[in-house]
Structures are given as structure tokens and as C-alpha cells.
């Protein structure tokens, strides 16, 4: 499926029969100097088809899935073909409030918070688009990306406001981009004190590592037992509030912090050890310059070392923000989704209509995350990403 | 320029460093307390544990290793075989897909790759045929080699060079990373399948299969940033030593790419070890790990805190001792060594 030209733009290989390979054997030698020219599709292959094998069946099979009806019939079960059908339920029909929520009045406040949002995701792609020449597909790329990320600024404003309920792709959203947010900040924090001379850091830096350690299952019980208003660590606190025998897992957003909070533990390690290797590998002699130069350290970290590990930086989001799309684990087991539905994630939500049978709508939330995810990763790669990488 | 160890640019000063202090002792303290929550749970019985918080062992509680003998001798080969499943296919898993990506990544990083789109679409259209053909009762191989022969097709349409706009390497990566964004609970039943109809359904060969294929694309976009930093030149200066393509990439990319290297084995190491929905479905009695065994301990009669304790502490030792061990390869310096020495 690739053209296997690997237009050779760097390392000159040049003549490069090697005079000591002169010594090999003349089979030997163009069996070598082949597999040398063939080094692209060599290397590249094996990945390819790995990832191939075991994606294009299943993506296939579970989009044939979101469009059928599963049906239990004498012996066994079959799916019928029923079109567009599942994602019309999702979208305007018995699933609607469950999966897009209900929407509230705005109000003074809503209404200001939401021109601020926009406003600001008004001047991202303004400034995305002024980067590069404009040409009318560029053009019409950024018209989408802005019609979409307002509906969903309008949505995620609209079902959180007083009144309103959010569903299960806006509670999503807020463990995505609220999470991913902090966990970024923290980890960056810590791995840039991390990275001085200071006595006893690697003590920090392995303690650092530990949640990332546990296996989720583990980390989500272990939550659980945290927040157990009864027999957990904090139960007097929760009493002496006057919180006794009341879960404050009861509220919709103390339940929801929970879940985050939980997320944040267990992944901040992930930020951490990626930035910190991407500090530790930066090249020192921009930074000494800047010293002699009489740069403050506010403005080396700002001008120098920021833009050194925006590369790495910027990769590491991408990944925890489609990592974080599929947060499972955590509302599952500590709140198990509740109250209500007030948890829920999109891929729980899967799960809870695939555990009632109800497989094709379980495929079509499944495909609408996939849509949700693969959209914000284009976005993502394309307003930002591709700036801070040189390679792009 | 000799190589001597240099005072550090980033030398905080007194009060700096006591506010450095501070903040990471805040955060270790945020860290190790469920840690400690659950290292003294490991020692509680059951009726200390439902009475109500307890927190220091001896002067609160009577730690007991009920939990313990349970688990480790009561159990005994039904803890010892899923800790060895889980030990073999982290490890066999890992160092495939670092091995694997390593590659990919190279490639992706100094090669310019050019795809057709018609190509993508031949090949496309023939997976979907040979899905097709399964569905409505065609026997697997059948499929399989049209799958084959679909790609054979499509490699053919790329060397003709026909049809429709390229596809470049950010596509290639971007294509991987995109490997990863369908939940894992719509991907896991046409998998359960597949393995189902190769008659590797609970074995330790599926799970790595699958964890290999699962944690490549991660690989590759942690390793494309570490790569994109290792300077040229040294490389052209080896081409012109005469050095192929592999000896390169084997005796100056890998070594001076080691701090990335290292820092994604930890990663794709750990979420090998830890997965458990994929472990869920294509594991049941043999090749079952202990994600699952920590998740049964949530028995009818509610969590068996204690027992759940025990086996994530079991599972936390030997991943503790990794990252300790290969916390010293994440050192600065690897690479200004390499150049200037």
C-alpha cells in the first residue's frame, strides 16, 4: 500500500559500498546494499502491519455493529441491518437526554462565560489560521473546526448551566480537557523542579513515578475505599462537616471531582517522567548563553526551555487527551457512573448498553466517541501541534 | 571540548530551593498516602476494617497476615500462574513493541514516505470484501488471502504509480496514534473474534498479540520526538564511515535515543502489565492475569478490601524495582557527551 521511494533527504549515504565491505562475499554484499536501499520499507513494515491486522477488522465489524439491531432468535441470535437508525436514538430520540444531556438557562453568567470561551477559541484559530498562506481548503478546514467547537461550547455551557443536565459527551469533555489541563501543569511543574540540582531528587522522581505503576482497577478500588464516607481514611473529616452517613459521592459534581481526582493521580506520572526526559535532553548551550546574556530564569524557561520541549509537550497532551476519551475504570468502579448518570463517561456508557444487549447502540455511542476523538485529535494536530513540531 | 561535569545552569538558590522542597513534598505526600492506606489495609482484618478508619498499625490495629496467608498460601498456583502470565507478557510484549516502533520510528523520522490515496482505498475496499466474505459464511482462510491479495493489489497501484494526492509521514503517524481512539469496549468483541477463529483464545500468545499491536502507536509518537533530537550529523559522519542503515540506527541512534527509549519501556512495560478489559475477554482460566484476579476479589459479598490490598501491593513490587533500576538511564547528558566528546 506505500510507495517504497524513500526519498533519501538526510544522511548522505553517498557511494556508500563501504571499503571494508569489499571483503564480504558478493552475494552477501548485494543482499546487504538491497536491504540497505530498502531501509524505509523495512523499517516501517512490520509496525504497519501489526497495527493494520488487528485495526481494520475490528473498526469494520463494530461499524457494521453501530448499524444493526441485535436479535435473539430460536438457536442462537443474529443482526439486521437497520441504518442510521442507533445514531437517531442517540441523537434525537430515548437516548438523547442520557447521551447530550438537557440543556438549562443560560443566564447573565452562562452567557458571559460562553462569549469569553468563544472568543478565545475565536483568537486560537485566527492565529492558527494566520500561520501559513491561506488557501480555501485551509479555509474551509478552520469554518468546520469553528462550527463545531462552538455547537460544543454552546452544548457543554448550555447542559452544565442552572436548570440543565449534562450527558455522558459532556461529562466526557469535562474529564478530557479539565483533566488533561491540570494533569499537564502539575506534571510540568514538578518535572521542572525535578530537573535542577537539587540533593534527594531521585527520591522524588521514583516516588513520582508510583501511581502510574498500579494497575487502574487497583487505583479506581483503592479511591473507593479513600472516599468511603464510612470506613475510609477521611471519614471523620466527612462527619465533623456534618457530612455523616451522606455520601458526598452523592453530588453530581462532588462524585464527578472524585472521578477527576482519581484520573489526575494515576496520570500525572505519565506527564511527568515524558517532560522530564524531554528537559533532561534539551541541549544546555542556548540556556548558558542566556545566563551570560543576563536573562532572568522566568525568561530562560519562557524563551528557551519552553519552545525546546514544546515538541515532546505537545505529543504528550495529544496522547493523554485520547487516553483520557476512553476513562473507564474510575467512574465505573468508584461511583459506578452515579448518581444517576451524572459520572458516566462515553466509553461507560457503551459498556452499560452493551451489558443490556442493546450492542448496536453500545457500537454507535462507541463510533460517535471515535468521530468526537478523531475530530479533536485533527484539530489539535492541525491548530497546534504541527506549529510547535518541525516535523509536521 | 573535554567532558567534565559542569555546574548546572539550573542551580537553584537557597530560598528557590526551599520552595522547590516544599511543593514536591506536598505532592510526594499526595502520592503515598493511598499507598499507605493500602499497605496497612493489607494487614487488617476484615471486622478492624469495618469498624471505621484505623491508621497507625500496633496502636490502632493488630496487624494480622490473614490476608496474606490467603492469598499466598491458601491460593498458592491460583495467584503464582496469573502472576507468571502477567510477568511473561508484559515483558515478551515490551520489548516487541519497543523493538517494532524503534524501527517504524527511525524510518518515519529520516525517510520521506510518500502513499498513494488510491492505494489506501484499493486496500480498504478489499478488507472490507473480505469482511464481507466472512460474514456470509466464506471459510477464514479464504478471507485471509484475499485480505493478502488486496494489499498485494495495492502495493501494485503505489508502484504504478497511479491515482489521487499523497499521504506523507504525519499522516502515516497520525494514522497510528488514530489506532488508539476507538474505546476499547467497541473493539474488544470483532477481537474476541478474530482470536476465537485463529483458536488463541486464552492463551498468552493472543494477549501479546494484542498488547503489541495496542501499544505501538503509543511507541512511535513518544519515540518521534526523541529522535527528531539526535543530531544529524552524526549520523552523516557514520554514512560516510561507510555504515549501513541498520548499523546506524543500531550504534548511534538506539544509544543516544536511550533516555526516550528507556522512558517509554516503562510506559508501554506498565500498561502492559495493568491492561484488563482486553485481558478480560481473551483470557479466562490459563492465561488469566492479575488485573482479573484483583477485580474477582469484588465478590458478592462486597470488595474483600483486604485480599485487593495484598494483590495490588504484589503487583506494584516488581514495577517499583524497574523504575528504580532504569530511573538512572533517564540521566541528563547522554547527549551532550555524545556530541562534544
Known amino acids: ?392 | 571540548m573535554a567532558l567534565h561535569w559542569r555546574t548546572s545552569p539550573t542551580r537553584p538558590g537557597p530560598l528557590a530551593m526551599l520552595a522547590s522542597y516544599a511543593i514536591l513534598t506536598v505532592w510526594a505526600l499526595v502520592v503515598l498516602f493511598p499507598l499507605y492506606w493500602l499497605a496497612i489495609t493489607a494487614f487488617k482484618l476484615p471486622i478492624h476494617v469495618n469498624e471505621g478508619p484505623t491508621y497507625v498499625p500496633f496502636l490502632d490495629f493488630q496487624p494480622s497476615l490473614h490476608a496474606w496467608r490467603y492469598i499466598l498460601v491458601d491460593l498458592g498456583n491460583d495467584t503464582l500462574r496469573p502472576y507468571l502470565n502477567t510477568v511473561i507478557v508484559g515483558i515478551t510484549s515490551s520489548v516487541l513493541t519497543l523493538l517494532l516502533g524503534a524501527a517504524a520510528t527511525y524510518g518515519l523520522s529520516r525517510f520521506t514516505y510518500r502513499i498513494r490515496l488510491a492505494s489506501v482505498l484499493v486496500f480498504l475496499a478489499g478488507a472490507v470484501l473480505a469482511a464481507a466474505g466472512m460474514e456470509f459464511g466464506l471459510p477464514w482462510q479464504l478471507a485471509v488471502a484475499g485480505g493478502l491479495g488486496a494489499f498485494a493489489l495495492a502495493w501494485a497501484t503505489a508502484l504504478r504509480r497511479v491515482g489521487g494526492p499523497r499521504l506523507g509521514n504525519a499522516d502515516i503517524a497520525f494514522w497510528m496514534i488514530s489506532q488508539r481512539m476507538l474505546p476499547p469496549v467497541a473493539i474488544v468483541i470483532p477481537i474476541y473474534i478474530l482470536f476465537q477463529r485463529l483458536t488463541l483464545l486464552d492463551t498468552r500468545t493472543a494477549l501479546v498479540i494484542a498488547y503489541v499491536a495496542a501499544n505501538l502507536p503509543i511507541a512511535v509518537w513518544l519515540l518521534r520526538d526523541y529522535f527528531q533530537t539526535i543530531p544529524i550529523e552524526l549520523e552523516e559522519s557514520a554514512a560516510i564511515d561507510g555504515a549501513n542503515r541498520y548499523q546506524i540506527l543500531w550504534r548511534i541512534v538506539l544509544p543516544l535515543a536511550l533516555p526516550g527509549l528507556v522512558a517509554t519501556f516503562l510506559f508501554i512495560f506498565v500498561l502492559a502489565w495493568n491492561e484488563y478489559l482486553l485481558a478480560l475477554f481473551l483470557s479466562s482460566a490459563k492465561a488469566q492475569t492479575m488485573p482479573l484476579l484483583v477485580a474477582a476479589q469484588n465478590a458478592t459479598r462486597g470488595p474483600q478490601w483486604w485480599y485487593m490490598s495484598v494483590l495490588i501491593l504484589l503487583m506494584i513490587g516488581p514495577v517499583i524495582a524497574l523504575a528504580i533500576v532504569l530511573e538512572r538511564y533517564i540521566a541528563r547528558g547522554l547527549l551532550l557527551g555524545a556530541v562534544r566528546g
Not at chain 1, 516501517?44 to 491486522?53: G, S, W
Not at chain 1, 469569553?116 to 492565529?127: E, G
Not at chain 1, 468546520?144 to 450527558?167: D, E, K, N, Q
Not at chain 1, 462537616?241 to 477527576?260: C, E, F, K, T
Open chain 1, 1 to 392: 500500500m506505500r510507495e517504497t521511494r524513500p526519498v533519501e533527504t538526510t544522511p548522505a549515504r553517498g557511494d556508500a559500498v563501504a571499503p571494508s565491505a569489499h571483503r564480504i562475499p558478493l552475494t552477501c554484499d548485494r543482499l546487504v546494499t538491497w536491504a540497505d536501499r530498502q531501509a524505509g520499507t523495512v523499517l516501517v513494515l512490520p509496525a504497519v502491519l501489526v497495527i493494520l491486522a488487528l485495526s481494520i477488522f475490528p473498526l469494520l465489524f463494530s461499524l457494521y455493529l453501530s448499524l444493526a439491531r441485535f436479535q435473539p432468535v430460536a438457536g442462537g441470535f443474529r443482526f439486521q441491518f437497520v441504518g442510521l437508525l442507533n445514531y437517531r436514538k442517540l441523537f434525537v430520540g430515548s437516548e438523547q437526554e442520557h447521551f447530550l444531556g438537557r440543556l438549562g438557562s443560560l443566564g447573565l453568567f452562562g452567557w458571559v462565560v460562553l462569549v469569553a470561551l468563544a472568543a478565545l477559541f475565536a483568537v486560537l484559530l485566527w492565529r492558527s489560521l494566520r500561520a501559513e498562506p491561506v488557501t480555501p481548503l485551509r479555509l474551509l478546514g478552520h469554518g468546520i473546526v469553528a462550527v463545531a467547537g462552538l455547537a460544543a461550547l454552546w452544548l457543554a455551557v448550555g447542559t452544565i448551566a442552572s436548570g440543565g443536565r449534562p450527558g455522558t459527551l459532556v461529562v466526557t469533555w469535562v474529564y478530557v480537557f479539565g483533566g488533561v489541563a491540570l494533569q499537564f501543569l502539575i506534571g510540568l511543574l514538578l518535572a521542572v523542579l525535578c530537573a535542577q540540582q537539587l540533593p534527594g531528587r531521585r527520591f522524588f522522581r521514583v516516588v513520582f513515578l508510583l501511581p502510574m505503576m498500579i494497575t487502574p482497577v487497583g487505583v479506581a478500588y483503592t479511591f473507593r475505599m479513600l472516599t468511603d464516607t464510612g470506613k475510609g481514611p477521611f471519614a471523620p473529616v466527612a462527619n465533623w462537616l456534618g457530612y455523616a452517613n451522606v455520601s458526598w459521592v452523592n453530588d453530581p459534581w462532588g462524585a464527578r471531582i472524585a472521578v477527576m481526582i482519581g484520573d489526575l493521580w494515576q496520570w500525572t506520572p505519565f506527564m511527568f517522567i515524558v517532560l522530564l526526559a524531554a528537559l533532561e535532553s534539551q541541549s544546555p548551550e542556548p540556556v548558558e548563553a542566556a545566563i551570560v546574556d543576563g536573562a532572568s530564569r522566568w525568561q530562560i524557561f519562557w524563551h528557551i526551555t519552553l519552545p525546546q520541549i514544546a515538541p515532546v509537550a505537545s505529543t504528550v497532551v495529544l496522547i493523554r487527551l485520547i487516553e483520557a476519551f476512553k476513562i473507564f475504570d474510575m467512574p465505573n468502579v468508584l461511583t459506578g457512573g452515579g448518581p444517576g448518570t451524572a459520572t458516566e463517561s462515553l466509553t461507560l456508557h457503551a459498556y452499560v448498553l452493551w451489558r443490556s444487549l442493546d450492542y448496536g447502540t453500545s457500537a454507535a455511542v462507541a463510533y460517535s466517541l471515535l468521530f468526537v476523538v478523531t475530530f479533536v485529535g485533527i484539530a489539535y494536530v492541525r491548530l497546534l501541534h504541527r506549529r510547535v513540531t518541525t516535523l509536521g
